[in-house]
């Protein structure tokens, strides 16, 4: 049986939120000025935040992709959807996931095939701005991002909205359902989800989503940039042609020591047995880490070689450097090149509390990945490829002994054979959409009133 939506307690918590949003709006100005200086990006178009918008496209898909890594994730669903004939407008909050999309998608902006646009502010009037100027047909909220007001209004509007490659890490889950009901509540205001697996399926039908298709993980769809793939195999040729490779990828905060000592160790236990050093690539995963990590390096004796100084734009090595202990990353949007290179991948993240990257990028590769304890960000596919032996799970303590020249790692056959099992997403979601959309449509509309499109 459906449940009503909204119940009396969330229209009362929607009321309060509007009213936060409201007194805040100075302080989140404030903060985009503060980000602004140092990237300039957060401080243009800021029109868009409030829903106005200077060339718009109408009867368009639409993506809300807030950063780069949800953008990632949508690369190739968009890419269909525009090979099908669709426009898309894709919405999003920070300036990597723009530039991104400027970069993937310059034939199609210019083409006035897609446009890539800053979500508005949550306020009711800000997102009937945006239907008013997209049409959209329906919209596809990336991963799990729950933004009351875009909820609310795409209701209100009569546009189905579905969560897209969606979700529900067990932290989350247990917190919305023991601590923060509200969260889940609003959750069932979505026209339906599109989720990764049936663990997730039976997480969010348990909150009451309903209309639930299991439709895979959309990142083992993205298309490989085969000129990263060829640089990198070059840069390995050159720095490290009789060396092993490890790459730490998406490195963050709080895990750069527990980095440091693995070196260390590793490279007197390769050295005690009459090896060559490995090659590492550090890859911090924030750009504003960069020259703190080089630092960082630099002082624990280290001979660092940083890719905005030893390679050109095409990745060609500038000049002739020596080899180095440590190849430091310092470049966005190339992680495919730094994960070429390795041998085997160590995938940051999950050995903090906040939980690991995604490991979707060194298996498309075909590079056995290890993570941290901390893998409730990636349940799926962490738990799926850790069974089928081609991921391990590590204590930091355990961390060096699993990179010892002595641990055997898992046959390529196997991580293709994984990469099989686990493809087509895109295909499953596309033809999910149009019996979720005709579900959306039976479906009563919201309690809130109805509101006109204009602004």
Known sequence: MTRAFPTPRLRLALAAYTVLWTLSLPVLLLYLWRRARKDA????????RFGRYSDPIRDTVWIHAVSIGELRSAIPLIRALLDRGERVVVTQFTPAGRRETARVFASEIAAGRLRSVWVPFEYGWTFRRFFHAFRPKYGLVMEIEIWPRMIMAARAAGIPLFMCNAQYPSKSYTRDTTSTPMRAELMRGFSGALVKSALQRDRFASVGVEDIVVTGELRFAQPIPE?????????RARFAPHRRVITIASAVAGEDGLYLDTIREIRARYEADGLPAPLFVYVPRAPERFDEVSDMLDAAGFSVLRRSQAFDGGLAPLGDPAAPDILLGDS??????????????VVGGGFTPKGSHNITEALALQKPAIVGPEIWTIEYPAEEAIAAGVCRRVTPEHLASELTPDVPEPAPEAIRAFLDAH??????????IPRLIEGAHDTPASLEPKVSSGG
């Open 423 to 432: 493809a087509g997403a895109v295909e499953k979601t596309l033809a999910a």
């Open 332 to 345: 966005l949007g190339e992680m495919t090149f730094y994960l070429a290179m390795a041998d085997t991948v």
């Open 227 to 235: 000129d990263q793939v060829a640089a990198g195999l070059a840069a």
């Open 41 to 48: 990006d957060y401080g243009r178009h800021l029109g868009e």
